[in-house]
């Protein structure tokens, strides 16, 4: 696959995956929680935009350490790794579509994560605080994150070599609808009109995301077979 069909590829399905209504909803209150502070909407939008960026090189800083370590590792082990990523995300688009119709709360923040998201969330003071959060909204998501930039990263070791730039635009489009949702909110729309779109669209997020991981699993199990080369 050339390196314009595959950035065409991870445009259209990064933004899927991104869609996740976990991290939404953590993203939408920190958005509510910030306005509950004695903050310049100025300052508020700049915490905002900070915590996205902190959240977009997170994501590119994973799929890079994967990649990077599949490059390093022996042959036989990285055909491993990447069969048990391919069944492990089948098997989760599996938990996503049985969330859609019976709507389930499997892979819900563990407890001590939520704990600390709140925290967080309510009292932002410095950077640090900012990366933290970025950090614990990654680790709220842990299972959807873990298997699904698994699966990205391990095509991208597959189909293509380019391993600083496939990582760093996984990133940017994971945190594109952060990015425009907050767009919209400093253009004056409210913040409650993105919590009813959100709540409104989370079964349909669970159905998309479901049906990717699935597509991811056999893209993989297709590029082991040479499909792609």
Do not use: C
């Not at 696959?1 to 990064?14: D, E, K, Q, W």
């Not at 997170?58 to 055909?79: F, M």
Request: glycine letters at 6%; proline letters at 2%; hydrophobic letters at 55%.
């Amino acid at each position: 696959m050339s390196g314009y069909y595959f950035l065409i590829f991870l445009a259209v399905a990064g933004l899927i995956a991104s869609f996740d209504p976990l991290i939404l909803s953590i993203f939408l209150s920190l958005a509510f929680g910030l306005r509950g502070q004695d903050l310049s909407n100025n300052k508020q939008r700049l915490v905002i935009w900070a915590y996205i960026a902190t959240y977009s090189l997170a994501i590119a800083a994973i799929s890079a350490l994967i990649v990077s370590a599949l490059n390093a590792a022996p042959l036989r082990l990285t055909v491993v790794l990447a069969i048990i990523t391919a069944v492990a995300a089948n098997l989760w688009g599996l938990v996503h579509i049985y969330n859609y119709f019976w709507y389930r709360s499997f892979g819900k923040t563990p407890k001590v994560l939520h704990y600390h998201l709140h925290k967080r969330t309510n009292r932002i003071n410095s950077i640090e605080d900012i990366g933290t959060l970025a950090a614990i909204t990654i680790g709220a998501s842990i299972y959807n994150m873990l298997i699904i930039i698994s699966s990205f990263s391990v095509l991208m070791f597959l189909i293509s070599s380019r391993v600083l730039y496939w990582p760093l635009a996984l990133g940017l489009v994971f945190s594109l609808p952060l990015f425009l949702i907050n767009s919209q909110l400093a253009r004056g729309i409210h913040l409650s009109t993105f919590v009813k779109w959100k709540e409104n669209s989370k079964q349909i997020f669970e159905l998309n995301l479901g049906l990717l991981s699935i597509f991811l699993g056999w893209l993989i199990f297709l590029s082991l077979n040479g499909v792609f080369r």
